[in-house]
T-cell receptor, first 121, second 114 residues
Framework: GAVVSQHPSWVICKSGTSVKIECRSLDFQATTMFWYRQFPKQSLMLMATSNEGSKATYEQGVEKDKFLINHASLTLSTLTVTSAHPEDSSFYIC?????????????????FGPGTRLTVL | GDSVTQMEGPVTLSEEAFLTINCTYTATGYPSLFWYVQYPGEGLQLLLKATKADDKGSNKGFEATYRKETTSFHLEKGSVQVSDSAVYFCALSALGSGYSTLTFGKGTMLLVSP
């Protein structure tokens, strides 16, 4: 089945530093990847949609200058949390959407990475 | 807008009990419906899906039927195991979003005791 990896799985950093999280689709090409944030015991909140070769589309209320997204290839998207603060501490999950053969770009299923636990001190 | 409503948890069951987790949705058009499972400290795994009315998704003993008339996609399993303890998310992907994004319910925690 489709596998999505994230790296690192957890990271602790000091306030004010930047952290980069990688999301890779290991055995399929993903034109579109998604970044979510999950608070404890809550559902996933979509932060942004990342399309290969173009700018990410951010959801309302998500600061694009704080959460930089780059989707440089069909198998890799990165999320950089810039100047991180304690309130940015969270579980960040990415997903990658495959594409049904012969189907439109929007078709396919989202496969999720294992998540990255970010703790900002 | 689109929305998904799940029963609140936690759902606590003994091993081999029957499981039902209710899920209803509101969406324009004909959404695709999904159940995802999240084990502690991990990301989400697709459990099953259904893309049109009356479809039944099934996997690992779990199943759910897409009921358009009741706008529901309830998750069921005949005999749960301790290893099924996790949080279960119902989700939809709708034409209104170009099928490009998922709308999640709040999740239902399942706790299975030996």
């Amino acid at each position: 089945g489709a596998v999505v990896s994230q790296h690192p799985s957890w990271v602790i950093c000091k306030s004010g530093t930047s952290v980069k999280i990688e999301c890779r689709s290991l055995d399929f090409q993903a034109t579109t990847m998604f970044w979510y944030r999950q608070f404890p015991k809550q559902s996933l909140m979509l932060m942004a949609t990342s399309n290969e070769g173009s700018k990410a589309t951010y959801e309302q209320g998500v600061e694009k200058d704080k959460f930089l997204i780059n989707h440089a290839s069909l198998t890799l998207s990165t999320l950089t949390v810039t100047s991180a603060h304690p309130e940015d501490s969270s579980f960040y999950i990415c997903s990658a959407r495959d594409r049904l053969a012969g189907g439109p770009i929007q078709s396919g299923t989202q496969y999720f990475g294992p998540g990255t636990r970010l703790t900002v001190l | 807008g689109d929305s998904v409503t799940q029963m609140e948890g936690p759902v606590t069951l003994s091993e081999e009990a029957f499981l039902t987790i209710n899920c209803t949705y509101t969406a324009t058009g004909y959404p695709s419906l999904f159940w995802y499972v999240q084990y502690p400290g991990e990301g989400l795994q697709l459990l099953l899906k259904a893309t049109k009315a009356d479809d039944k998704g099934s996997n690992k003993g779990f199943e759910a039927t897409y009921r358009k008339e009741t706008t529901s996609f309830h998750l069921e399993k005949g005999s749960v195991q301790v290893s099924d303890s996790a949080v279960y998310f119902c989700a939809l992907s709708a034409l209104g979003s170009g099928y490009s994004t998922l709308t999640f319910g709040k999740g239902t925690m399942l706790l299975v005791s030996p």
